[in-house]
């Protein structure tokens, strides 16, 4: 009788089933009976529901002993604590029995399928999910022969929920003890001539566009367990081309044998090539397919017997970082971590997000774009962070010569990793200079630019004051409209979400300009400083010491108008008048930075501690750690870090 026809039960299911779900089949089996349900070659068998764990825990009492085992829960536990705890528990199940009329089922189910060896998987309901895997924490039985030796492997792949790894992995997921439960698989066994991995998307580059197969003899065992160095195929699939082959050491190989179990045999046959070029092709373009089916990047498990592929498992590789909400794998996209340019690598908060797409959309208006924070093209959101679409660039003959130069002197890793790619074919531009429809644009942008710039070269005093009164009035006015905003706190919140659209549109644009001449006058002044000090260090004669260039940083932190340089000095001056009032000083030697904050919101500290950090608050209270996220609190809302800044100045003598 063969698997379409196998009557569904609460306890057997076909693995054609359309009921084998999460919940009754576990992840395993639920991915097993989709594949076979779209037509992959996934050998015949059926699947064991978590049903008949749970009738088998119930029949034998075990649920409660288990959780007398575990209570209290066995985190923060010892290696040795988790082993000791699923030894105990996995005896329990080896003593149980089998309730009568499931094993007649079991038994039954069996018969149906055949006297031909087995495989018995075991399928946790929270293995293979797309934000956690239990891969490898259950056990699997290879080449189970008789009725009576699968049964046994049924009752110990349920055990095998209560492994070590398993129970400290949940603990540390903090995935309930109580509601876990497993299905388990039986499928007839592939005896491989080669077997392994495949990835649909390149794991260790985290090219969408490439496929990544480790191969080698005999059962994938050998490879799982890493017993064996495999071949490594990397493959682009929709070229139709195998991009690289490494041949792995293969020394040992896993087998079927007579009567059941597996032997492990030496092989030594590094020269030979587990699988043919025509089949890394084809498991390559079937393992798209099974990406496509899914609509997410596939880790597949893969076995290779008589000039076929099968498909043993599928489950979502969990580490590839997320693509932008809309991206395909193809064409190429090259985006640079805005958060590593600016140094901070915690996630940005959505008004922190919504904040610098406005000032991209308000950026796109410099080139006569109409933009909004939803359509502007160059900043894009993925994991919570923030990045820049460099590929139209990078297609450009002139952004080629400028991007290596910015990078170089805003984010020189940015520049090493855009280094890799740089001969990449699908990054050369098409045709040399700058397209006839964005020739105005350009202009529109760089000839008001360059005009600013050159203002600011020649009245570099008079400049600098006039763009940072500029900022100030828009900083005053944004203050003024906040604080008139009336109403109750959900009312205020409201209206303060439409003023900053509105307040972007009317004088973000404007100011923007005369902000990126000011940034680029600084940059070339800071450039012409380096090749200064370079030329003063190549020269012989030069009396100039070789760590000249070092002096660059240290001159420019100490000129005017560097605020983080006054802020730095004005806390100095505060550190030193603590230390000159008794009580102020008594302060920080018996309280946390934290409570200091706290003592300072609520109007609690010392009167001449609170008298000296009010101003400093009032005038700098705007800034804080990662401040170009608006999202983030300013030190004015909580200014822990500034009274650990005060502390940290406290302890130099």
Known sequence: MTESKMPPTSWILPLTSEGADLASAGGKGANLSLLARAGFPVPEGFLITTRAYHDFVAANGLQARIDSLLDPGPEPASPETLERLSAEIRA?????????????????????????????????????????????????????????????????CWSSLWTARAIGYRARNHVSHAGAALAVVVQRMVESQASGVLFTANPLTGLRSETVIDATLGLGEALVSGKVEPDHYVVDPAAGR???????????????????????????????????DDDILALAGLGRRVADLYAFPQDIE?????????????????????????????????MLSFSAVQGMFDPVTPLGRYALALIFAAGAGLFGLRRTPETQAPLMTSGERLWL????????????????FILGLVEPSGRQALEQIWDDPRLQPANPGISSHARLPMARFFVPLAANAILNFLFPRSRREAIVRHGERLLDLMQSRCTAIDGDRRQRLAQRVELLPQFADQHLRGALLPFISGVAAGMASW????????????HADSP???????????????????????????????????????????????????QLSAGYLGGQLPKGLQA???????????RGLGEIDLGRARWAEEPTHVFEMLASFLRID
């Open 242 to 276: 195998i991009v690289s082959k490494t041949l792995g050491a293969k020394e040992v190989s896993i087998h079927g044998q007579a009567g059941g179990g597996t032997r492990l045999t030496e092989t030594n046959r590094a020269a030979l090539q587990a699988l043919p």
């Open 92 to 156: 329990l199940f080896t003593q149980g029995a089998i309730p009568a009329a499931l094993e007649a089922e079991l038994r039954a189910a069996c018969t149906r399928l055949g006297s031909e060896p087995v495989a018995v998987r075991s399928s946790a309901t929270a293995e293979d999910l797309p934000d956690m895997s239990f891969a490898g924490q259950q056990d699997t039985y290879l080449n189970m022969v008789g009725t009576e030796a699968v049964l046994r492997a049924v009752v110990d």
């Open 612 to 622: 000296i950090v009010d101003p400093f608050l009032k005038k700098y209270g705007g």
């Open 389 to 404: 679409n460099f590929t139209p660039v990078l297609r450009n003959s002139l952004g080629r010569r400028a991007i290596p």
């Open 302 to 334: 893969w076995a290779w017997a008589d000039d076929k592929l099968h498909l043993l498992q599928s489950r979502p590789i969990t580490s590839l970082f997320p693509l932008p909400e809309g991206m395909q794998a193809e064409p190429l996209t090259v």
């Open 527 to 538: 450039n012409f400083l380096n090749v200064l000090a370079a030329s003063a260090s190549a």
């Open 544 to 594: 100039a010491k070789p760590g000249v260039r070092d002096l660059v940083l240290q001159v420019t932190r100490g000129m005017p108008h560097n605020p983080t340089t006054e802020m730095d000095l004005v806390l100095w001056d505060m550190a030193k008048a603590i230390r000159r009032d008794h009580a102020s000083a008594q302060a920080f030697e018996r309280n946390s930075a934290s």
